[in-house]
């Protein structure tokens, strides 16, 4: 009887443990409490791309590589990246043989190009998905407006994955990329921290993915530009990591040709062909210098600007009355201001009060990353603009285009926010800028010098009041490098702004060059 009992409570007891059992085999629904910062493995996916009318078949991979500390190679912090290489032919995982893998041109014969932009603070969203990447944000025009919500990426025909293989960085606190929880950011926030982070970063890519074999390039844009001049600098010097070539997209290696400081007067010089650029884009100057040519106008301005212009603002106080007069009167008609506002800013005008004076009997500001775009503030009687309109039609459809774009075609989920634009400040410009104005024009030239195949693409936007283009000739100009080096500098400008690719026109020749560029260096 006992017996009896005894198997009937075991065959019971049984039964109702089989249920948690069956439960605990079953695959586990997403935990929706629990935050997940990144996924446990990168994610690799596969796809097709039209560029320049041919078929590109290519591997993405996004994902994370660790910053580890040099003696104890404690991991200290996490860098994201989006990475694609062209593939010898399509390939689908879900439909491929047991053990079948794809196939990649030898790396021998395929460039590696390595992408940022700048801030810094920034992600690499820009170069991205605005000119470099297989895949770009869907403007509604050739202007470059955004149009309203929703933005998702298109095919990019204007891609340069037809002629290299593209990584696409994000330095630590921008995009995912991290310091771990118990280690401060701040060790990465100053242009030599940040320099050798991402040579570190390359070093380990390269031989992670087996690239060492791979010609190599650099491509920055603003402050992205000041990053690979000391990247390049940095990968030879400590790593012996030699660079083909370097791209500069709004280019500042230079800061005190941007920096409009009491004492400096560099800037008034070096900004004001562009200010005559965006008076002539905005129809302010008389019809004479309206019907001119642009290209042919500016370098009227140039010259005006190193000669005449140059030698009254050395003069100071010195200046006579009937000289200054002369002076603002020239201003005034390349400009688009008036001579007394001229003169009532000692000859110089600055940024930001220029983007809010130009077209302030019209009620309206220009952009400054692209003066070609417009906007209206509470009131016309302020000095500075109220916000960039040029920064307003680029940061949303970037901003909602990416992280779209990383989950549903990259399938790369993480809970973090993907940080576009981020605050990195103090940022450190310790050996670089303490009590002197920044400049890494000098690693640019000194890598030239040791590397004398390495070649330099500079691309400029007429209407760019964040990084002109006449600065960065001047910066080009003064380098100091040999005379058998100077044909390896190439410089472009295009009739946008600070991210030229915004405009189809200058995509489209900015696509050109690049391709050029690209045969040029490793013909």
């Keep these: 009887m006992q017996t009896r009992i005894l198997l009937t409570l075991t065959a019971l007891l049984a039964a109702l443990l089989q249920p948690l059992a069956a439960a605990q085999d079953a695959p586990k629904a997403p935990d929706q409490a629990t935050f997940v910062p990144f996924p446990a493995t990168p994610s690799v996916t596969y796809h097709t791309a039209e560029i320049n009318g041919q078929t590109i078949h290519y591997q993405a991979t996004a994902g994370t590589l660790p910053?580890?500390?040099?003696?104890?190679?404690?991991?200290?912090?996490?860098?994201?990246?989006?990475?694609?290489?062209?593939?010898?032919g399509p390939f689908d995982p879900e439909t491929a043989a047991e053990g079948e893998t794809p196939t990649f041109p030898d790396p021998a014969t395929r460039p590696l190009t390595f992408s940022f932009n700048g801030g810094p603070g920034s992600s690499s969203v820009w170069l991205h998905l605005g000119i470099f990447g297989p895949r770009r944000v869907n403007h509604i025009d050739d202007f470059g407006n955004p149009g309203p919500p929703p933005h998702q990426v298109v095919n990019n025909e204007f891609s340069l994955l037809d002629k290299s293989d593209f990584v696409f960085i994000d330095p630590v606190s921008t995009g995912y990329s991290r310091a771990e929880p118990d280690k401060s950011e701040k060790a990465y926030h100053g242009v030599r921290e940040d320099i050798r982070a991402v040579a570190e970063?390359?070093?380990?890519?390269?031989?992670?993915?087996?690239?060492?074999?791979?010609p190599r390039f650099l491509a920055g844009e603003s402050y992205g530009t000041t990053r690979a001049a000391g990247l390049a600098r940095e990968l030879q010097?400590?790593?012996?990591?030699?660079?083909?070539?370097?791209?500069l997209v709004s280019a500042v290696l230079n800061f005190?040709?941007?920096?409009?400081?009491?004492?400096?007067?560099?800037?008034?010089?070096?900004?004001l062909p562009t200010f005559?650029?965006?008076?002539?884009?905005?129809?302010?100057?008389?019809?004479?210098?309206?019907?001119?040519?642009?290209?042919?106008?500016?370098?009227?301005?140039?010259?005006?600007?190193?000669?005449?212009?140059?030698?009254?603002?050395?003069?100071?106080?010195?200046?006579?009355?009937?000289?200054?007069?002369?002076?603002?009167?020239?201003?005034?008609?390349?400009?688009?201001?008036t001579a007394d506002y001229v003169r009532r800013v000692n000859l110089r005008p600055d940024m930001p009060r220029f983007p809010k004076e130009l077209l302030r009997d019209r009620g309206q500001t220009v952009g400054r990353l692209d003066a070609r775009y417009?906007?209206?503030?509470?009131?016309?009687?302020?000095?500075r603009y109220?916000?960039?309109?040029?920064?307003?039609?680029?940061?949303?459809?970037?901003?909602?285009?990416?992280?779209?774009?990383?989950?549903?075609?990259?399938?790369?989920?993480?809970?973090?926010?993907?940080?576009i634009l981020t605050s990195v400040q103090p940022w450190s410009f310790a050996n670089t800028g303490v009590n002197r104005y920044t400049n890494v024009a000098e690693d640019l030239r000194n890598t030239m010098q040791q590397l004398?195949?390495?070649?330099?693409?500079?691309?400029?936007?007429?209407?760019?009041?964040?990084?002109?283009?006449?600065?960065?000739?001047?910066?080009?100009?003064?380098?100091?490098?040999?005379?058998?080096?100077?044909?390896?500098?190439?410089i472009h400008e295009y009739e946008a702004g600070h991210m030229m690719y915004t405009h189809r026109p200058s995509l489209e020749k900015l696509k050109r060059d690049l391709d050029g560029f690209y045969e040029r260096t490793l013909p």
């Design 67 to 88: 910053l580890a500390n040099a003696r104890k190679y404690d991991t200290e912090a996490r860098v994201f990246y989006i990475a694609y290489r062209m593939t010898d």
């Design 201 to 214: 970063f390359i070093r380990l890519y390269l031989g992670r993915e087996n690239r060492w074999s791979s």
């Design 237 to 247: 010097n400590a790593h012996g990591i030699a660079t083909n070539g370097v791209i």
């Design 256 to 271: 005190q040709t941007i920096r409009f400081d009491t004492g400096n007067d560099l800037p008034h010089i070096l900004f």
């Design 276 to 337: 005559a650029a965006v008076a002539h884009y905005h129809e302010k100057l008389s019809p004479e210098l309206q019907r001119r040519p642009l290209r042919e106008f500016l370098r009227e301005v140039e010259q005006f600007a190193i000669t005449d212009y140059t030698l009254a603002l050395m003069k100071g106080g010195a200046i006579t009355d009937d000289e200054a007069d002369d002076i603002a009167e020239r201003v005034a008609a390349y400009t688009g201001l």
């Design 374 to 383: 417009t906007a209206a503030d509470r009131d016309d009687a302020g000095e």
């Design 386 to 419: 109220e916000f960039d309109p040029s920064m307003t039609a680029i940061r949303s459809i970037y901003t909602e285009s990416l992280n779209d774009y990383l989950r549903r075609e990259l399938r790369f989920n993480s809970d973090l926010p993907y940080e």
């Design 452 to 490: 004398p195949f390495m070649r330099v693409f500079v691309a400029s936007g007429f209407h760019d009041l964040a990084t002109p283009y006449y600065a960065t000739e001047y910066t080009m100009n003064h380098l100091m490098i040999r005379p058998n080096l100077r044909d390896n500098i190439e």
